[in-house]
């Protein structure tokens, strides 16, 4: 009798994560509101969300709920004829909460007193967007060429995880770019000299650029314009110099579904970050968040996975959990990778088996969530 939430990105035409889809599993709705109540103040308030109800019939009591303002709640199209499912939508367009219709299919009839900001709509189906009541979204997509197809038939956007597979086959070999990343890696986990350091960021022009730019900005909060390599890598620390390159080269992709990838590897670090605390000593969570952030590196790179990691000097623990699902955070991994794309009930076993509950995981997820839409992956 738990809430257990899965999440899916939201995408636009030019595959860049705009929003949030949460999909509620619930025995029922004022369980629901009860769980979503909780997670206020760790909700994700960068981009909008939508919030899709499973598992139990829709009732005006999930509106003990308060809906934050980037909410848009999800009406399934084959309950729009139910009694509670009306009396919803009616105190929903009361209180002006957005609404989202699923299961959208030409010329069904639709209650007057709703209108719908987006339609979901299986992506095989045809939609007529000249009499179509709101903005088409697709689901159901098998990968990018399904999405682009889904594109050129008048689709807004699509849902879910279809960037994930790529009919390429990775490269074998290092671009020289990533390879320059991975050789100041190196040097950080492996505390180097500073001017070690400082040479390999004197060899790459556009690397060393990017640290001063960071470090410089508001958001890391220098008092003073920090000019030298020495003074950056010293007032950085290695421990997150080390992070910042990670992500670096989680960025480093030039492929056109590269923010939505970027988005996926940074929630799946931060959640497995999260997650883990429950479990692990806290000198083991940065090894989370490397494991979680590179589990999508052969598909962010192009290039092989044990390809990249040969080049990495990375502790035991992440490669066995990467190369062969094998080790202590390999099972943080999986469960980080099934509350993508695997069921609920593989989600629920998952979690009883590393004796974690459903709240803990919910708030590693909805937390995760906000985390990497602070960074704003474009």
Not at 135 to 141: P, Q
Request: hydrophobic fraction near 45%; include cysteine; charged fraction near 20%.
């Amino acid at each position: 009798m738990t809430v257990l939430i899965q999440r899916e990105p939201v995408l636009n035409r030019h595959k860049t994560i705009t929003a949030s889809r949460l999909r509620v599993h619930a025995p029922s709705c004022a369980a629901a509101a009860s769980e979503l109540t909780r997670l206020a103040d760790l909700w994700p308030g960068s981009r909008d969300v939508f919030v899709s109800i499973s598992g139990c019939d829709l009732a005006p009591d999930l509106l003990d709920w308060q809906p934050p303002l980037n909410v848009m709640l999800e009406i399934n199209a084959a309950r729009l004829h139910e009694a509670d499912t009306m009396a919803l939508i009616s105190d929903l367009v009361c209180r002006q909460i957005p609404l989202c219709l699923d299961d959208y299919q030409n010329g069904m009839a639709l209650p007057p007193q709703a209108t719908f900001r987006y339609l979901l709509a299986d992506a095989g189906q045809q939609i007529d967007m000249s009499h179509a009541p709101g903005s088409a979204l697709a689901k159901g997509l098998s990968d990018s060429e399904s999405f682009d197809q889904a594109i050129a038939h008048g689709y807004a956007g699509g849902t879910g995880w279809f960037f994930l597979q790529t009919p390429r086959l990775p490269s074998s070999k290092l671009n020289a770019s990533h390879a320059q990343i991975i050789h100041l890696l190196n040097l950080v986990r492996n505390n180097a000299e500073i001017k070690d350091i400082e040479l390999a960021l004197k060899k790459d022009v556009t690397l060393a650029f990017k640290l001063l730019r960071y470090i410089n900005s508001a958001g890391f909060g220098a008092s003073s314009e920090v000019s030298s390599f020495k003074h950056a890598v010293t007032l950085m620390g290695y421990d997150k110099l080390n992070r910042w390159l990670s992500l670096l080269l989680v960025n480093a992709s030039q492929d056109q579904s590269a923010p939505a990838l970027m988005q996926t590897a940074v929630i799946r670090g931060r959640f497995m970050e999260l997650i883990g605390k429950h479990l692990l000593a806290k000198s083991q969570l940065d090894n989370l968040f490397i494991a979680g952030a590179f589990s999508v590196l052969d598909i962010l790179l192009g290039t092989q996975l044990d390809v990249v990691l040969e080049h990495l000097q990375l502790p035991t623990v992440i490669t066995e959990a990467l190369l062969k699902r094998s080790g202590e955070i390999a099972p943080l991994l999986e469960l980080a990778m099934i509350s993508e794309t695997g069921t609920v009930e593989q989600m629920a076993q998952q979690l009883s088996a590393l004796g974690l509950t459903a709240e803990q995981c919910n708030s590693a997820q909805i937390e995760a969530v906000a985390f990497a839409d602070k960074l704003q992956f474009s």
